[in-house]
């Protein structure tokens, strides 16, 4: 059976994954601090809820320099994000336990997928987002859906989610701006 980790709010950086089926609680919770002269550097921090006490899983160190590849953690590892690819910016790591996944951009989606000796088409997490209408209310919900071959990783799939769909959200946001003169010449009045 897929698990299901409902997030509280479509930010993963600022937001709670929960599954109360299987009593599974993480947190991520950035804070921004300002340096002068050098921009503002982040820091999210990964927490899992276990009978009642809150366990550090990860961090993330993201840069004032966009240039600069942000520091992930999970526990006491550092996990090196590689990129793979160029127009949808594929990033893979290597697990707890060896293993090397990917993250890729499949259908406007967050996917995971194993990377083994052939390349796999097997999903093992997908971020989903749904919309609603009620009335003059439009719903946002958001999930990560993880297979249950992956429930032995969850903890690298919570942190590298985090990292991946931040900067794919980032390279989408520069993107659409690129695409749009009255950001690029300035907006006239």
């Not at 590892?77 to 690819?85: C, D, L, Q």
């Not at 719903?139 to 942190?159: C, F, G, M, Q, R």
Request: proline share 5%.
């Amino acid at each position: 059976m897929t698990l299901r980790l409902s997030l509280a709010k479509n930010d993963p950086l600022q937001t709670t994954f929960s599954c109360p089926e299987y009593a599974i609680h993480y947190t991520s919770d950035t804070v921004t601090r300002s340096q002068p002269f050098c921009g503002s550097k982040a820091t999210t921090t990964v927490r899992k809820n276990v009978v009642g006490e809150s366990l550090h899983v990860g961090i993330i160190e993201w840069p004032a320099n966009p240039n600069d590849r942000p520091a992930v953690i999970v526990e006491s590892r550092t996990i090196e994000m590689i990129k793979t690819g160029l127009y949808t910016s594929p990033e893979k790591f290597q697990g707890i336990h060896g293993e090397w996944y990917e993250w890729q951009i499949r259908e406007s989606r967050a996917q995971l997928v194993p990377l083994k000796v052939a390349r796999s088409h097997a999903c093992i997490a997908t971020f989903v987002t749904t919309f609603t209408q009620a009335l003059f209310r439009r719903k946002e919900s958001a999930a990560l859906l993880i297979s249950p071959e992956a429930v032995h990783i969850l903890d690298d799939i919570i942190v590298t989610f985090i990292y991946f769909e931040r900067r794919w959200r980032e390279r989408e946001l520069a993107r659409s701006r690129s695409w749009d003169p009255g950001c690029t010449a300035g907006a006239t009045l």
